[in-house]
């Protein structure tokens, strides 16, 4: 066998929260009395995609020249999204079902996500990514909050799961995501959860759901 893991990302791959974080970013932005019209949300969503938190609201406080710091800006944002979370989220149709099958494949698998502490252990109390992941589950605090597309996540779960990271697969659902899984030296599965090909066109193998993988053939490197 070719790979002996898996390793996920969080926020649009194995956890719908896609709705969570456009409506956390228009709120966001419609209180301080600016239009969220559709050309500003497909060009914020275009620049923001698969970002950690920080960096996405840097990258909309210069877009739309916004006042305030970017920590200030952060705590805000934050807050409305974790408001958001307490309505419920939900597993990416096709997840668990595919999750059983990598667990008959006997290889490890973890979750190596932008998302920081909070939204982590939100998520996990929410659909106990415990139970699917154990103590596997690591955000960017684990690697002094460098983002993706920097493969710092990748390689340290990597590591933690004890595997090389040229054997392990990751899937990604974002083009900054795949880029960090990619430098890791990772075989990539750009899922298309966003319907937004784009996202996804420089993934080592595309899927529009978890259905569409064959898992056995990219275990043995085929």
Avoid at 33 to 48: N, P, Q, S, V
Avoid at 71 to 81: G, W, Y
Avoid at 206 to 213: A, G, K, L, S, W
Wanted: with cysteine; hydrophobic share 40%.
């Amino acid at each position: 066998m070719k790979y002996k893991a898996i390793i996920f990302d969080m926020d649009g791959t194995i956890v719908d929260t896609e709705n969570i974080w456009a409506d956390a970013t228009k709120l966001f932005i419609e209180r301080r009395g600016i239009a969220y019209t559709g050309e500003l949300e497909a060009a914020l969503r275009k620049e923001i995609h698969g970002l950690a938190l920080h960096k996405s609201c840097g990258v909309i406080k210069d877009f739309i020249n916004l006042e305030g710091s970017v920590e200030d800006l952060i705590k805000e944002k934050s807050l409305i999204a974790y408001d958001l979370y307490k309505n419920g989220i939900k597993f990416i149709d096709g997840f668990e079902a595919f999750h059983c099958i990598v667990q008959t494949k006997n290889i490890k698998n973890g979750i190596a996500t932008n998302a920081d502490d909070m939204t982590v252990q939100l998520s996990n109390q929410a659909l106990n990514l415990s139970y699917y992941f154990g103590d596997h589950i690591y955000g960017i605090s684990c690697v002094g909050n460098i983002c993706k597309p920097d493969p710092a996540i990748y390689l340290h779960t990597a590591e933690k799961l004890g595997i090389d990271p040229q054997e392990c697969l990751a899937i990604e659902d974002s083009a900054h995501g795949i880029k960090a899984a990619q430098a890791a030296g990772m075989l990539c599965i750009g899922i298309n959860t966003s319907c937004n090909y784009d996202q996804v066109k420089k993934a080592d193998y595309i899927v529009d759901r978890y259905q569409d993988i064959d898992l056995d053939a990219l275990l043995l490197g085929i």
